[in-house]
């Protein structure tokens, strides 16, 4: 009975820590950087870039420059809130970001990042997530160009 009480009690305890530490944030990206099987990816403009730095270990996409310039993935009505005609063409959108790995996202404040998040989870992406911006980073990873 002992044993079996004391085997219940260790399995909560290592479920709610898994639990705990499935949330990567801009606080703690450091600690989960050069993960094999992840792609980390920073929506920012170069001018954005050049002014507030990277993180390293990030691929910059320019949102603007990159999505909606060449017609890819576009605000409807220049609103952050995605519909599902805002993927215009969903093959380019699927050769820049690779569904068969995880997916860091990140932008200035996370509105862009939010925004490609929910249509990449339209096209049926799973293991993408928003960790929000730059603004929130506070970690050693920042390179100014």
Not at 48 to 58: A, K, T
Not at 70 to 97: C, K, Y
Not at 137 to 144: L, P, T
Request: charged share 20%.
């Amino acid at each position: 009975m002992k044993k079996g009480l004391l085997a219940l009690m260790i399995s909560m305890a290592f479920f709610t820590l898994m639990a705990c530490n499935s949330s990567v944030t801009m606080s703690n990206i450091d600690a989960n950087l050069n993960q094999e099987g992840v792609t980390y990816i920073d929506l920012r403009s170069w001018d954005e870039v050049s002014q507030f730095g990277y993180i390293r270990g990030f691929d910059i996409i320019p949102f603007y420059e990159t999505l909606e310039a060449q017609n890819i993935l576009v605000r409807v009505g220049g609103s952050w809130t995605f519909r599902p005609e805002a993927i215009v063409d969903e093959a380019a959108l699927r050769d820049l970001f690779d569904a068969s790995t995880t997916l860091y996202i990140m932008c200035r404040t996370g509105n862009r990042s939010g925004f490609v998040v929910e249509a990449l989870r339209h096209l049926g992406y799973t293991d993408v997530h928003n960790l929000g911006g730059i603004v929130d980073y506070q970690g050693s990873e920042r390179v100014f160009p």
